[in-house]
Nanobody
């Protein structure tokens, strides 16, 4: 079992920054990759960024150069630093992990005003 809890969302103006955090608990030592997904109103789920236990990262083209994902294995946390935010980044952001099945956090809302 894995539990994921996100925090750090909010309202920010375009060009601003936010830092999201995902706190994992449970069988976290068995998880290799933790992801951030987002879903905007009327749009499909989109993979934003991933990080492996070893620190390898992957980003959606739309956020490359603006977002940075990082992981602290000792604290079981994954962070998403979001800079140069755009109105198109407005969405609910979810932390995700897979361990025999998908685990999702409850989500945190990010709103970027123009």
């Amino acid at each position: 079992q894995v539990q994921l809890v996100e925090s750090g969302g909010g309202l920010v103006q375009a060009g601003g920054s936010l830092r999201l955090a995902c706190a994992a608990s449970g069988s976290t030592f068995r998880i290799d990759t933790i992801d951030w997904f987002r879903q905007a109103p009327g749009k499909q789920h989109e993979l934003v960024a991933s990080v492996t236990r070893g620190g390898l990262t992957n980003y959606a083209d739309s956020v490359k150069g603006r977002f940075t994902i990082s992981r602290d294995n000792a604290k079981n946390t994954v962070s998403l630093q979001m800079n140069s935010l755009e109105p198109e980044d407005t969405a609910d952001y979810y932390c995700h992990a897979y361990l025999r099945r998908d685990y999702w956090g409850q989500g945190t809302q990010v709103t970027v005003s123009s």
